[in-house]
């Protein structure tokens, strides 16, 4: 099957067949995502032994599991074991009778799920790698799991026996709009670059989502199938969502929730004033874990008070089930829900988002890809008193070569219009960062659209220069 997008990962997961010595990798995401599609599909000629834990399940049902597994993959009767070390002495056994010069994959899916209550499963585990994987040099370790949490914990942060043990950990991301575009294409399914971008924003780039689009299907029918018909098939995806992938997850959830009340994002200070933590507490965790998923962009203030960082939700499909889905029947039918007002105003700051998610594609397309850069938020807030606005851009490229790119997105059905309302609010947002950071640099305003936009002396006065959806889909990176 074609693997669509994924370059990297799948360089570097092939790359690691040619290593001289066994790998140990580590692979996570949220769910949905195709962790396992892509090692499955990466590795299919290697891939002698795979088991995946079972949710919930006693130690006695995760060892039948791996016992059962392992003879059926080896085609042989091994004894029943009654421990995880004996578990792994027979995955040994199997391995040691193995004739095959060639790559050994050995792939462990869901492994938080292996680990019981004083079960033994890690210990068990750290031994096979330290004491058996390690003095071979034909074996590639791969352990995979949406539970990012554990795996961050357990295997990448280990202080134990696995410490500095980790030769690879990657992080599957949502496809980008061109990788869903491909992805699409791939199955015969087009889309305008405003449907197209329409859809991104409300479910985002998981294949396992884009596989439910079928070829004559509009964005409304996808919509009513998918979300707000009475059996739709994620109608209750959120809740499933967030506790596969954390402990505790009611904690990340009234986290997330908070950040979808807050459209433009909330500073750490103020997540702690509006949530139920107790001075902050276990909150810096949360935040770093859904950083580390995607769900959340932590966008550090330009001028490096690192109290100002703003949080902000990107998750496209809790974004959009939140707002719309989350226990309200306002709109029963798509048609409903994209022609209301609520939503014309939501797909401005979805829109934003999406911008945030394709910083990489916008440097590329600008131009300036080739040149190193950091991203920041900026926010002036006003004091009481003040006659000034208060003043928040989301995205600002700070180049190397002198120049700063602040961002502004518009989402419109057609070409976008600049009124003289909207141009003097990008050139006071120009301004006020200027006499805020005293910055020296040639300060550049490029628009992000859907269409191209037409170019009124409002436009000439406060834009340097734009970019369309269109220009993220004839963008191919390398």
Not at 125 to 151: G, M
Not at 159 to 176: C, E, M, Q, S
Not at 256 to 262: F, G, R, V
């Amino acid at each position: 099957m074609t693997i669509i997008g994924r370059e990297k990962e799948i360089a570097l997961l092939q790359s690691i067949l040619i290593k001289e010595r066994s790998q140990f990798v580590a692979i996570y995401g949220r769910r949905r995502i195709g962790k396992t599609f892509l090692i499955r599909n990466v590795y299919a000629k290697h891939l002698l032994f795979e088991c995946s834990g079972l949710r919930n399940g006693s130690l006695e049902q995760q060892l039948e599991n791996f016992h059962l597994s392992l003879c059926k993959q080896s085609k042989t009767m091994f004894p029943k074991p009654s421990t995880w070390l004996q578990c792994f002495h027979l995955l040994e056994n199997y391995l040691d009778g193995l004739q095959s010069a060639r790559k050994k994959v050995i792939f462990l899916d869901e492994i938080p799920w292996f680990e019981t209550h004083k079960g033994g499963f890690l210990a068990a585990f750290t031994n096979f790698w330290n004491a058996y994987c390690t003095r071979r040099n034909d074996i590639i370790l791969v352990v995979c799991c949406s539970a990012t949490s554990w795996i961050i914990d357990m295997i990448v942060n280990n202080r134990g026996g696995l410490h500095n043990r980790l030769n690879h950990h990657i992080r599957l991301d949502p496809f980008t709009l061109k990788e869903c575009q491909l992805f699409l294409s791939n199955r015969k399914i087009s889309f305008t670059p405003k449907d197209l971008a329409l859809l991104y924003m409300c479910m985002g780039g998981i294949p396992f989502y884009l596989e439910e689009i079928n070829q004559g299907e509009s964005v409304a029918q996808i919509m009513n199938k998918l979300f707000l018909s009475p059996k739709a098939l994620f109608r209750n995806e959120f809740n499933n969502l967030y506790h596969a992938l954390f402990k505790h997850a009611d904690k990340y959830i009234e986290v997330i929730k908070l950040l979808a009340s807050k459209n433009r994002g909330l500073t750490r200070q103020e997540i702690v004033k509006y949530a139920s933590f107790e001075t902050g507490g276990g909150l810096t965790k949360i935040l770093k874990e859904l950083e580390a998923c995607g769900f959340i962009d932590i966008s550090s203030p330009i001028d490096k008070e690192r109290s100002e960082a703003i949080h902000r939700l990107v998750d496209e499909y809790s974004f959009f089930y939140l707002k719309f889905l989350n226990g309200k029947g306002k709109y029963k039918t798509a048609n409903e829900l994209l022609n209301s007002q609520s939503f014309k105003v939501w797909t401005g700051y979805a829109f934003e988002n999406l911008c945030l998610r394709h910083k990489s594609e916008i440097a590329a397309v600008l131009g300036f890809s080739g040149i190193s850069y950091a991203t920041y938020s900026f926010v002036h807030k006003t004091k009481q008193g003040d006659n000034q606005k208060g003043t928040q851009i989301d995205l600002i490229f700070d180049r190397s070569d002198n120049v700063l790119n602040i961002i502004e997105c518009k989402f419109y059905e057609g070409s976008y219009v600049m009124k003289k309302a909207d141009a003097d609010s990008v050139i006071q947002k120009r301004l006020a960062y200027v006499q805020k950071t005293a910055s020296k640099k040639t300060i550049f305003t490029t628009l992000i659209t859907i269409y191209p936009t037409e170019r009124n002396a409002h436009y000439l006065s406060a834009i340097t220069n734009e970019l369309n959806i269109d220009s993220f889909l004839k963008y191919h990176k390398m």
